[in-house]
Every structure is written in structure tokens, then in C-alpha cells.
């Protein structure tokens, strides 16, 4: 969270400030940097944005990919944390780019065959037979998926916790 309290402004779309211009606060401790000109084709570069980035959705993968703002002056452990969203970001959008890669090869099949069998067109329903048969041969891939999730954003939580309770604790121990 920024110091307004709002998540909405710590986060940048770089497909919404496409050709836009960002510059430095008042309040920024950083040195004076060029401005940053961010397009819907370039990331911006992580080092020289105050905040994260989300960019438009990746083509095979339909994640959102982020890019990561980190301080220059950041704790061991907040690196710990940036690099460890940043490898659960990877592995995700790995896995989701697969699955979706082998569903649209399976669906292409499916309809391919059913073509070939004399059939024009194929109903919503005689799509769901395909759907339903995806899904149930692939069940025990997403439920290991979704238990590897579940303990990555449980090990993400208690990081941030860990970080968040440091950043708190040298607050207190700056104030005079």
C-alpha cells in the first residue's frame, strides 16, 4: 500500500499509460532520475518505477505479468520476498502457458474429429462432452496445482508478515 492507503495507486497498468510519462515526487528519497516513458510494447525497467506494474495479459499464458518496483534501500528479507513473488509469478504463468497450450491442441483434435466423422458444426452441448472430459482427466493435475498455490501463498502471507512487522518496528525505532 502507498501512503494514501489505496492499493489502486501503488499499481500501474502500462497499457493504460501508454506514452505517458511518469515523474519523481517530492517526497521521494530516491535520486533524480529521467523520467520513464512506459508503452503497451516495453515493460518499464524495475528500477526506475515507485511502483509495481501490471501489464496487458500474456497471449498464451492470459496472466497478467507483473513487473516488480523494488527500493534501492530494501531489507534482506523484503529482497527475499520480491524474488520469491517473482518466482511464484514464473512458475505460475509456466503452468498456466502449458495447460492452455495442451487444451487448445486436445479442443482443435476434438473439433478436427468431429469434422472428419461429417458434422458441420458442433453443438454447445456436444462441446461440454469435450469440456467435462478435459477437466476430469486432468483433476488430479489441478488439484496438485491448486495445493502447490495454496503453499506458496501461504509462504508469500507469512513473508509480507515478517516484512511488514520489520518495516514497523524501525519505524518506531527512528521516532525520537
Not at 499499481?11 to 506514452?19: F, L, M, V
Not at 517526497?27 to 512506459?38: E, H, I
Not at 512458475?91 to 472428419?116: A, G, Q, S
Request: glycine share 2%.
Amino acid at each position: 500500500m502507498n501512503k494514501s492507503g489505496t492499493l489502486g495507486s501503488c499499481i500501474k497498468h502500462w497499457s493504460r499509460r501508454y506514452a505517458t510519462e511518469q515523474t519523481q515526487t517530492k517526497t521521494q528519497t530516491r535520486p533524480k532520475r529521467s523520467p520513464v516513458y512506459v508503452g503497451l510494447t516495453q515493460p518499464p525497467n524495475p528500477e526506475s518505477v515507485n511502483s509495481d506494474y501490471i501489464g496487458p495479459p500474456d497471449t498464451k499464458s492470459n496472466l497478467r505479468p507483473y513487473i516488480r518496483h523494488y527500493d534501492e534501500n530494501e531489507t534482506e528479507m523484503a529482497k527475499k520476498l520480491r524474488l520469491l513473488r517473482i518466482e511464484v509469478e514464473k512458475w505460475n504463468m509456466d503452468f498456466w502457458t502449458k495447460h492452455n497450450k495442451r487444451f487448445y491442441e486436445e479442443k482443435d483434435d476434438f473439433i478436427r474429429l468431429h469434422k472428419l466423422s461429417g458434422s458441420d458444426e458442433i453443438t454447445a452441448d456436444q462441446m461440454s462432452v469435450f469440456y467435462k472430459s478435459f477437466l476430469d482427466k486432468n483433476r488430479r493435475m489441478h488439484m496438485m496445482y491448486n495445493i502447490s498455490w495454496y503453499l506458496k501463498n501461504f509462504d508469500m502471507l507469512t513473508l509480507a508478515f515478517a516484512v511488514n512487522v520489520q518495516k514497523s518496528l524501525s519505524r518506531f525505532r527512528r521516532k525520537p
